[in-house]
């Protein structure tokens, strides 16, 4: 009985050091302080995606800028100022993250619920997943407790997020350095079954490649232009746009990546398998997404004493 008795203490002990290694975020975290906080989220982003279906793509790829630089600490909802260089300029984020109005109407509400509670990066990592779920996609359990950043990077902006032009070399990389597995990159890759992006951000390759289906690249040209045009957008995922599907892997599949970044996961290397799956396996897609999402959402957060609640997501207190 001893052993056993024992056994069971060094388990719930490495239970309990296992908690404070990841950072402490907890499903229940805002169970007593901000009950109301999900149901809040979930209701103005319903609002927000049935008026503008794009804009469920716009907040999880905020989410994602997010937290490729710092972790996930709200650190790009932080506006420059006279004395303070934020990341909302940088390269990749400058006239193309966008939301961050959506991110503001949110926060007025679960203010009004639970003063000072609720970090503006939990209310990023739920508006993401709500945004996925309510284009069709699967949902998953949020883990919250994370703090709101006093600084932002710029540089890390610039340097961190893979571009559209990335090899697959480079993105397996970039992914490797955040703790990705190339499954799990392939996986989160798949977030580009939604949304709309800009003809300068693609026009080489419907141009100058070669492994493009003909018709789709012919297509794509009448909206932009081998000059001029650089901001007419198209949907990067060309059969549903606005649904969380396994449609971004048939697309792959039969040349029709509309990003240089994309078709690198089905070009004769190895993730081409894996693109091979997902296009004939929605289920499998959406479960390793869910499961990649949960990771990302626990790049470094700030817990405990470490940075803030912030009262406005744009400014710190």
Known sequence: MAVHSN??????????LLCSVHGQLSNNFYKKTCPNVQSIVRSVMTQVVAKEPRMGASILRLFFHDCFVQGCDAS???????????????GPNANSVRGYEVIDAIKTQVEASCNATVS???????????SVNLLGGPTWNV????????????????????????NLAKLISMFGSKGFT??????????????????????????????IDSSFAAMRQQTCPQTGGDNNLAPIDVQSPT???N???????????????????FNGGSQDNLVQRYS??????????????VKMSNLSPLTGNNGEIRLNCRKVN
């Open 182 to 211: 190339p499954r799990e990159m392939t996986a989160l890759s798949g977030a580009h079954t939604i949304g709309q992006t800009r003809c300068q951000l693609f026009r080489n390759r419907i141009f100058n490649e070669a492994n």
């Open 280 to 293: 004939q396996d929605a289920n499998l897609f959406a479960k390793d997404f869910a499961k990649a999402m």
């Open 7 to 16: 056994r069971a203490l060094l388990l719930a002990l490495f239970s309990l």
């Open 76 to 90: 790009i909802l932080l506006d420059d100022t006279a004395t303070f260089t934020g990341e909302k300029n940088a």
């Open 143 to 166: 883990p919250l407790g994370r703090r709101d950043a006093k600084t932002a990077s710029q540089s890390e902006a610039n340097s961190n997020l893979p571009g559209p032009d990335s």
């Open 247 to 265: 449609a971004y892997y048939v697309n792959l599949v039969n040349k029709k990546g509309l990003f240089h970044s994309d078709q690198e996961l």
């Open 243 to 245: 649904t969380f599907d």
């Open 120 to 130: 503006c990066a939990d209310i990023v990592a739920l508006a993401a997943r709500d």
